[in-house]
């Protein structure tokens, strides 16, 4: 397999980039509009064609670059199901495996920090999106999240993967790259060790976080596979500016 972790600045999101050495097909999880050129760079670089993006749910900090992947290398969109993205090729289901050449994807349905959200396990490595983070998880105050499922999501799903899975979460704020399922159920601060469900929604209650500067934006332009709002303000611009300058328009 080969594999590449990306980094995109402003959203603090990571993006993986999953070859298959027999087929030459790839795949992007939770690739970022404004780091398209990047990726496709890498990937030809690497000898790779894109066969699809996947997302792990419907994002609030960034637009997708679905949408313009498909638009500029003729990639197929994926997407959980559960978050209802009507313009996704593929629709992603938990019991289902996802198979790209010789790789096999199993999505878990990994509800809390959005109703729909996925995480996607392919051997060793767990790409846990926003519901899992290294020594974190996602907020669950908006876009139908959900505490109680969170808990369940991590404790009950992730928390059962073999303690050596290598957790690859969709950011980190501290420059942390990887962590693995036996030390995010020692040292996560909400909900490892013995922490309750009682205890958990407490933490997740009082995190007394600021509103999303660009979920207005992001979340529409998401459930659409990465479209940008003409309306997008001035100050917001960079978080498109792939779309902007993109060839297709």
């Known amino acids: 397999m080969i594999f590449r ?14 070859g298959c050495p027999d087929t030459g097909q790839a795949v992007l999880i939770d690739p970022v509009i404004a780091t398209m050129d ?10 790779l064609t ?11 900090d960034h637009i997708t ?15 959980p199901a559960a978050e ?8 992603l289901e938990e019991g289902k495996p996802f198979r790209v050449g010789s790789m096999e994807f199993q999505p878990l349905h990994t509800p809390g920090h959005t109703s729909g959200h996925f995480t996607y396990v392919l051997g060793e ?11 974190g998880c996602g907020r669950t105050d908006f876009q139908q999240g959900d505490a109680d499922a969170l808990y369940h999501s ?23 790259r990887v962590s693995t399922v036996m030390q995010e159920k ?11 469900i009682e205890e958990f929604r407490l933490i997740m209650a009082n995190l007394n976080l600021p509103y999303p500067k660009f979920i207005d934006y992001a979340v529409p332009g998401n459930k659409q596979c990465g479209v940008c709002p003409a309306d997008l303000p001035e100050n917001l611009g960079k978080y498109c500016e792939q779309m902007t300058e993109s060839r297709q328009g």
């Open 125 to 135: 490595r767990a790409f846990t999106g926003d519901a899992l983070l290294i020594e």
């Open 154 to 176: 991590v404790r009950g799903k992730l928390f059962a993967l073999p303690d050596d899975t290598l957790v690859y979460p969709a950011h980190d704020y501290q420059e942390r």
């Open 84 to 91: 209802r993205v009507a313009c996704a090729d593929v629709q």
């Open 65 to 79: 670059a679905a949408l313009e992947l498909k638009k500029r290398v003729g990639s197929a969109i994926a997407a």
């Open 50 to 60: 894109l066969a699809y993006s996947i997302d792990t749910h419907v994002h609030a």
């Open 38 to 47: 990047r990726d496709l760079a890498e990937l030809g670089r690497l000898g």
């Open 186 to 196: 020692k040292r996560n601060p909400r909900l490892g060790g013995d922490r309750t």
């Open 5 to 18: 972790q990306l980094f995109e600045p402003l959203s603090s999101t990571y993006t993986y980039l999953i």
